[in-house]
């Protein structure tokens, strides 16, 4: 939601095509319509999954939504009439789930991440004219988390989890801060941090939640094994509240 518009990825399986729609918050109505991709919908989806699985995002002036067609990834952007201002293949993709790995935005970069059993792959490109500017290579397992921009451990970083890792970039260039074990292989939700800690969870091959000292020494504060598969956490004045997948909501203390 952005001000009088409400933006959604969507997609329809009967007339198999994806799409951006525009919304008036106020009435409901659609003020526009874009196909952004028609054809062969991907194979293998979870049947409480959606081929359109990702967040639009918005940067004040153009949309960005991520989308799998076929065997491919891509990354759109939109400007804000609707119209398409470029496309970029991420990457080769196979659907294990799904496909939930939103764009992230900072300052002129658009990031877009494509985690699939045949290799993942992380880059980042230009957001005025999807010109790629960094690429790294992901391991051969399946996962949906989204980037996030974080200020912790006294710099800013782009963390992430999932494939068994922890990771933080510099989201400007691609380079690798630091990478540690401490995900389990197919993790849903996005990072959050106190500062200090990055709080990570995931719910395939086991449920784990922990709390990884933000600094890349791969120190384990505390970790259990609830099951935070699909909902983000929310941290505020050192409490972390959680919904369970199971439907129930539990407040932990973030430093214990």
Known sequence: VVGERIYLATADEDEMFQAVLCIDKANGKVVWQTKVHEGQFAIGLNKNASHAGTAVVHDGERLFVNFVIGNQAYATALGLDGKILWQKPIGKYRVHQGYGSSPMVYRDIVVVKADTKIGGTICGLDKKTGREIWRQERPKIPNYTTPIVVEAAGRLQMVFCGCELITSLDPLTGKK???????TQECVSTLITDGTHIFVSGGWPKNH???IVADGSGKVAWQNTARVYVPSMLIRDGFLYVTMDAGFAI????KT
């Open 177 to 183: 801060l630091w990478e540690v074990p401490g995900s």
């Open 251 to 254: 407040c932990w203390d973030a």
């Open 209 to 211: 939640t922990a709390a």
